[in-house]
């Protein structure tokens, strides 16, 4: 482990990790971060076109990461606990968001689980986070971080939406269409924004759906009370 040091993987370089490594930095420059183990950074992860990641990566609070214009392909898991920025930028692996998330025009993640567990991804305006394919599970946290936060989360290819665990979740600013829907546990609250639900809604005994502001819409479904 090196807490103070910069790791840098470039194009045609490989890096296999096993066990927790810990890095400062990653300066991820077109090549691939394999192995069975998990990089830690407290401080950033940069990287460029090209680049693989098909090991573990967790990015510690006090983190900040930014993709610009930077397509991430591989298999490998990415826990965010810092701030991680994606501006027109696509994640192929699974993405556990625990801190906060920044979009910025449009940006996807393709893996087969998108986790938002706690923390804020904030959607300005203009702004799109597709999940592509997969699931998104939505167990706490909010979604947007105000009524200026106009932007849209949406399912495509396919992909699922789920809410399920005991967690306290918000939607404060974007649109979120979903098709069926279910609040399995915890609660919802919808502060500002949009919530357009175009199948079928069900709210299961013990959780909560408040509707405090913006629109829940389910005009062409159903709602449904377990």
Do not use: C, E, Y
């Not at 090991?55 to 609070?61: K, Q």
């Not at 990461?65 to 490998?76: I, Q």
Request: glycine letters at 22%; proline letters at 3%; a neutral charge.
């Amino acid at each position: 482990n090196a807490p103070s040091a910069t790791l840098l993987v470039g194009s045609g370089g490989t890096a296999n990790l096993s066990g927790t490594s810990t890095f400062a930095n990653f300066t991820h420059s077109g090549g691939m971060l394999g192995g069975s183990g998990t990089l830690s950074l407290s401080g950033g992860w940069a990287p460029s076109g090209g680049s693989i990641l098909n090991a573990g990566l967790t990015l510690l609070p006090g983190s900040t990461s930014m993709l610009s214009g930077v397509t991430v392909g591989g298999s490998g898991a990415i826990t965010n606990q810092g701030t991680l920025t994606l501006a027109n930028s696509s994640l192929s692996g699974n993405l556990d968001n625990q801190g906060v998330l920044s979009v910025s025009g449009t940006s996807s993640v393709s893996g087969a689980l998108f986790n938002q567990t706690a923390g804020i991804i904030a959607l300005p305006a203009g702004a799109t986070l597709n999940k592509s394919g997969g699931t998104f599970n939505w167990l706490g946290g909010a979604i947007g971080t105000g009524p200026a936060d106009t932007g849209t989360l949406a399912m495509v290819s396919g992909a699922t939406f789920s809410a399920t665990g005991g967690g306290a979740r918000v939607l404060d600013g974007p649109t979120l269409p979903v098709a069926n829907f279910t609040v399995a546990g915890g609660s919802l609250t919808l502060q500002s924004g949009a919530l357009n639900a175009a199948g079928t809604t069900t709210i299961v005994g013990g959780a909560t759906l408040a509707v405090q502001g913006g629109t829940f819409n389910a005009a062409g479904g159903t709602v449904d009370v377990a």
